[in-house]
């Protein structure tokens, strides 16, 4: 049992609010996910040839501006880290794999938990209040987020195990349910080069779907064909850089309530963690299909 929140603002001046919107709605879901949490936020975009690394140490001492000193030394002079407890993120005109090859060598404890112009994202162990504190959720800005509680069914409690999970550029998944077939999509999946990070079987889900659309799918396709291939039961929210989409499988038995206004677009697993949105008593709220699929647009 896990707890999935999304909220997508549709007006401007909302931006700056985001994080105080979304910090209730993920603390509502507290009991589904005591363990871990996690949440993707889509910002502003950096420039077309400049790309962002969100950056998690754990446990490891990390002394931040250092790394950001020896990067603009011998990768990128005009890089900049931007540092929030042991997460940070790495702003720059290298590439991903560049960026990604640099840290291997120099910094193999710092795990890279996401790339692209607008994501940012922060995932660890603890409670959802707790991890909302210490990396400041509530001061978040943006056009849409896609966060995660976590309880832990199948694999380990480990920040790498935490949701969101990623793939790609500007792309996050998160998952309530179980798949049962995650190792047959690994085999399909790694034939063609995609490395994973984990035995989670969320991330066999979140890769699955980039692949498609690195292939040319649009998320709608690369989800329908989701509905295909991935077996389980699964409620599934995906954040893209101006889309966030929802999606349900046949039997729907993993729960989950919209409420949508002329404002925003709020997507939790209770209602509990809605109701205390602007406006609530008077949003369309509904309980999405099986195998519908639901996207909307920042």
């Known amino acids: 049992m896990c707890g999935i929140v999304g909220l997508m603002v549709k007006k401007p001046a909302l931006r700056e609010q985001l994080g105080a919107l979304m910090v209730p709605m993920l603390v509502g879901m507290s009991e589904r996910g005591p363990e871990s949490a996690g949440l993707a936020v889509f910002t502003e975009p950096v420039g077309t040839d400049r790309r962002k690394l969100s950056l998690y140490a754990g446990g490891a001492a990390i002394d931040w501006r250092a790394l950001e000193a020896a990067y603009r030394g011998t990768v990128d002079a005009g890089a900049g880290v931007d540092v929030q407890a042991n997460h940070a993120v790495l702003t720059t005109a290298a590439t991903p794999p560049q960026a990604r090859a640099w840290l291997e060598e120099h910094h193999p404890a710092v795990f890279v938990l996401s790339t692209g112009r607008l994501i940012d994202l922060y995932k660890d162990i603890g409670t959802p209040a707790q991890i909302a504190a210490r ?41 309530n349910g179980s798949l049962s077939n995650p190792y047959s999509i ?19 889900a979140c890769r699955f779907l980039e692949w498609r659309m690195r292939e040319g799918d649009s998320l709608r396709e690369a989800l329908e064909q989701g509905l295909n291939e991935l077996d389980g039961f699964f409620t599934f929210l995906m ?19 919209v409420a949508e206004t002329d404002d925003y677009v709020a997507i939790a697993s209770e209602y509990r963690s809605l109701a205390h949105l602007p406006d ?11 195998e519908q699929i639901y996207l909307w647009k920042a």
């Open 135 to 175: 990396y400041g959720f509530e001061r978040l800005q943006g056009t849409h987020l896609v966060g995660h509680t976590r309880m832990a069914t199948e694999s380990a409690v480990t920040p790498a195990h935490a949701h969101p999970f990623t793939a790609g550029e500007d792309f996050c998944l998160v998952h």
């Open 280 to 290: 609530a008593r008077n949003a369309h709220i509904f309980e999405p299909m099986p």
């Open 239 to 257: 954040g893209t850089k101006d889309e966030l989409a929802l999606v349900r499988d046949a039997f729907s038995c993993k729960p989950a309530v």
């Open 186 to 204: 690994r085999r399909t999946l790694e034939p063609l080069g995609i490395h994973f990070d984990t035995d989670n079987d969320t991330e066999a």
